[in-house]
């Protein structure tokens, strides 16, 4: 969704915090609060400058750091360190 300027909320565990810089082009909350998860969805659909302002960063932060090349580059890298192991 990101990819497509889809403002987006998700919980701060995992990948989503390599991805999503809060504020900035998403929303993060911790997992098991849905009291957090009901103000981020309210703060989306209430705020029409900040759903498109975190929309637009999502997809330009996506498209310039997750592309194809780059995660191929990525996977390199790591090969390389592990077959040098």
């Known amino acids: 969704g990101m990819g497509h ?11 989503n915090v390599d991805a999503i810089v809060n504020y900035k082009n998403g929303l993060l909350v911790d997992k098991k ?37 780059k995660t191929i580059s990525k996977y390199r890298e790591l090969y390389n360190y592990l077959l040098i192991r």
């Open 33 to 69: 609060s849905p009291l957090q998860l009901g103000k981020a969805i309210l703060k989306i659909i209430n705020e029409d400058s900040f759903r498109k302002e975190i929309g637009d960063n999502a997809f330009i932060d996506i498209n310039q750091k997750f592309t194809l090349n």
């Open 5 to 15: 300027g889809i403002p987006t909320i998700a919980t701060n565990v995992g990948g």
